[in-house]
């Protein structure tokens, strides 16, 4: 278990301290027994001050004692609050996270991660509203600029698959940082802070739920909850309560309750928090046994917990865990049921109470806690994409909603898979042909020459290439009629790459190479390789200016500008979006912190149009954009030394693997003209093929192979530079 973790870069903690005495007050100015006899003279003197006079006896004896009851210990809370969920069934495992800002202020720049467990892949990612997803290589971080007061924010949602085997654990947790706002010596300073929760280690091969949160929200840490793990093991239900610290000896007066809502429903059982609770299981430490009592509603309405029978308990002294094994007949033979776990130190009356910990908090959905819903988990290994939806029917979970939601969205049949496929495979001139297959059964229909980097305009009739121009690293754009099968006029300068049209075919954005770069394009990682790449715009069916050094445009600057001091956007793989955004990979340095991944900005070129500060969509130093259709961006990334697909959300709410096998290399997405299909070229049968799935993200079924094992060139990375195109 992980110790939680509250840091500020200045903590200043004083004593309270009440008002002082008056003759306190004037002898703490004296000196010496002068001051002080001339203290206690004024004391006595002073107007307006009542003398003290001693009761006389018979009062003094009869005088009632007012009876001081202690005022409860408050817990020193960190201002957000995590709590961590984790279902496993077979090798998935969903995530759901809920962070909670408790504070009165606002805090900034909030910051949620979740690493990886070792060895396991991503199916995908989501996040609630506001909160984009970034994920870079072995961490998955939600980020949102401002979290107001009394705001719970969630779920955000994780699906991975972890690799099975004997003796195998997938253990991680969340870690999360912010921003906020103090006053010392009555100026106010921004301060950092973090925290996070504790472990949740899940095997894989059986079904089990855990949910974690943070450490230190009591000051005891036999009683600190930090998780509860909940598995059926036959006819059985185990329950693990997790604590900060080991239990004392038998006798010592710690109880822990889990209440137990059998059909998630709050309006039946016992209102607790949230909940309806139909069951509690109670175990008293003092006593060394655990009881569990059922809620019991009497003909007048009147309710009460009736004793069901004493079930087995594992709590030995030292231990940090305490074990429960509770027969599912005891309750009802339920196979799903919500709960919510507390445990209290007992102190005497004339003693502060101390406070009570809850697992989870009450500010997060009781279906946080469902147990028993496999059949999502097992879903989520063919269509790992769930979208949010809020919660109506208090007894169906959220994420129950959210996949009835999704498939409401989704045509109950599939459309078919239809139209031209651009692909570009090496030649023996060292350069690369496009080749064009129909869809889905591969037959051959063109071949291009010295083409590659294709983009297909939107109505299918022409494409966009770069191809070799001659000089070493020069490159040129061109566009080709693919109705007449002729070239058209060249439409960039030298050093171009990675063409895009625009929604309705009029203008393209490319890379525009200053100098040739010191790594071939696609695969340049720093700034400082980036400082000579930016993105230009062209009007398409103009023909090149003259000396063709420039595109021809109409306006009178052709580089893709931001707010940032309208400077050039530097970047690779411009595509142009639905939104009417264009989506760039970037590596921007703000304030000397590089920041890599995918970003989206508002074309604004010269002194026109609106310009808007790019946006970050997600943060992966190594994925690169092929392809964007709708609401979708189609990206190729890396996760170790796996290359994978994913498809994006324009708002960079969402990310999913859409290729999902670690053992091949996947990549060069392009999106169907009608969004609803993603292909894509995989290596997992031991050959280049092309293979497809349908958005957002179902199984991937393999159309045709290439034409030749070697389809790139020799550099096994080679193939990741290049992009294939879908059309009509």
């Not at 500020?8 to 004296?30: D, I, M, N, T, Y």
């Not at 958005?695 to 094992?709: R, V």
């Amino acid at each position: 278990m992980t110790q939680t973790a509250v840091r500020r870069s200045f903590v200043s903690f004083r004593p309270a301290r009440g008002p002082r005495p008056a003759a306190a007050k004037l002898l703490g100015l004296c000196l010496g027994a002068l001051c002080l006899g001339i203290g206690v003279g004024m004391l006595l003197l002073a107007p307006g001050q009542a003398q003290a006079r001693p009761l006389p006896r018979a009062a003094a004896q009869t005088a009632p004692v007012a009876e001081v009851t202690p005022e409860p210990i408050a817990p020193v809370l960190a201002p957000l609050q995590l709590d961590l969920g984790a279902v496993i069934s077979g090798t998935t495992v969903i995530y759901t996270i809920y962070a909670t800002n408790i504070a009165d202020h606002p805090l900034w720049d909030v910051t949620l991660q979740l690493p990886l467990p070792e060895g396991a892949m991503l199916l995908s990612a989501q996040a609630s509203s506001r909160f984009v997803v970034d994920f870079d290589e072995e961490v998955v971080s939600f980020y949102v600029p401002d979290l107001a007061p009394k705001v719970k924010s969630g779920p955000q949602r994780v699906q991975i698959v972890v690799p099975g085997g004997e003796d195998s654990f997938a253990t991680t947790h969340v870690e999360a940082s912010w921003k906020y706002l103090d006053s010392i010596m009555r100026q106010s300073s921004a301060f950092l802070a973090s925290a996070e929760t504790s472990a949740a280690s899940m095997v894989p091969g059986m079904s089990r739920q855990v949910v974690a949160d943070m450490m230190g929200e009591v000051p005891l840490g036999h009683v600190d909850l930090t998780g509860v793990m909940i598995q059926q093991e036959g006819s059985l239900y185990r329950l693990d309560l997790q604590l900060a610290g080991p239990l004392g000896p038998p006798g010592e007066t710690a109880e822990y309750a889990v209440y137990i809502d059998s059909d998630c429903n709050a309006a039946t059982g016992r209102s607790r928090e949230a909940l309806g609770a139909e069951h509690r299981l109670e175990y008293r430490h003092d006593r060394g046994r655990a009881d569990l009592s059922t809620w019991t509603v009497a003909p007048d309405n009147r309710g009460q917990w009736l004793l069901a029978g004493s079930i087995g308990v594992n709590s030995p002294a030292g231990s940090q865990t305490i074990s429960l094994w509770i027969p599912s007949v005891l309750l009802d033979n339920s196979s799903q049921f919500c709960w919510l776990a507390e445990s209290e130190q007992r102190t005497p009356d004339d003693v502060p109470k101390l406070p009570k910990d809850r697992l989870p908090n009450g500010l997060v959905d009781p279906s946080f806690t469902r147990f028993g819903n496999w059949e999502e988990v097992r879903a989520a290994q063919s269509n790992p994409f769930v979208v949010s939806a809020p919660p109506q029917d208090p007894t169906v979970g959220a994420a129950t909603l959210a996949q009835q939601t999704l498939q409401a969205a989704i045509p109950a049949a599939q459309t078919p898979i239809t139209g031209k496929l651009a692909i570009p495979f090496s030649n023996a001139q060292g350069g690369y042909d496009i080749y064009l297959f129909s869809m889905p059964d591969g037959l051959l229909l063109q071949q291009i020459p010295n083409a590659q980097q294709p983009a297909v305009r939107s109505d299918g009739a022409h494409l966009l290439a770069v191809r070799a121009s001659g000089a070493a690293d020069a490159t040129s754009l061109f566009e080709y009629d693919l109705g007449d099968e002729i070239e058209l006029l060249s439409r960039a300068s030298e050093a171009g790459a990675y063409p895009s049209y625009s929604l309705q075919g009029s203008q393209l954005v490319y890379e525009s190479w200053q100098s040739p770069p010191a790594e071939p394009a696609g695969l340049v990682q720093t700034a400082d390789e980036l400082a000579g790449v930016t993105l230009a715009l062209c009007d398409a069916g103009v023909s090149a200016q003259a000396g063709g050094s420039t595109c021809a445009n109409s306006s009178s600057l052709q580089t893709l500008l931001s707010l940032d001091a309208l400077a050039a956007i530097h970047g690779t793989h411009p595509l142009w979006a639905a939104n009417g955004q264009v989506i760039y990979r970037s590596c921007p340095a703000w304030n000397g912190l590089e920041r890599c991944g995918i970003y989206s900005t508002q074309i604004a070129t010269g002194s026109a149009g609106k310009p808007s500060f790019p946006t970050l969509l997600t943060y992966q130093p190594w994925a690169f954009p092929n392809d964007t259709k709708d609401g979708y961006v189609a990206l190729t990334g890396r996760q170790g030394e796996d290359w994978e697909v994913y498809a994006l959300s324009l708002d960079g709410s969402w990310l999913v693997n859409v290729s999902r096998n670690a053992a091949a290399q996947d990549g060069l997405a392009a999106i169907s003209p009608d969004a609803h299909w993603i292909a894509f070229v995989s290596n997992r049968d031991g050959k280049w093929a092309v293979w497809a799935a349908s958005l957002p993200g179902g199984s991937a079924q393999k159309l045709f192979d290439l034409p030749s094992s070697g389809a790139w060139a020799s550099d096994e990375q080679e193939w990741v530079r290049q992009r294939i195109a879908w059309g009509q």
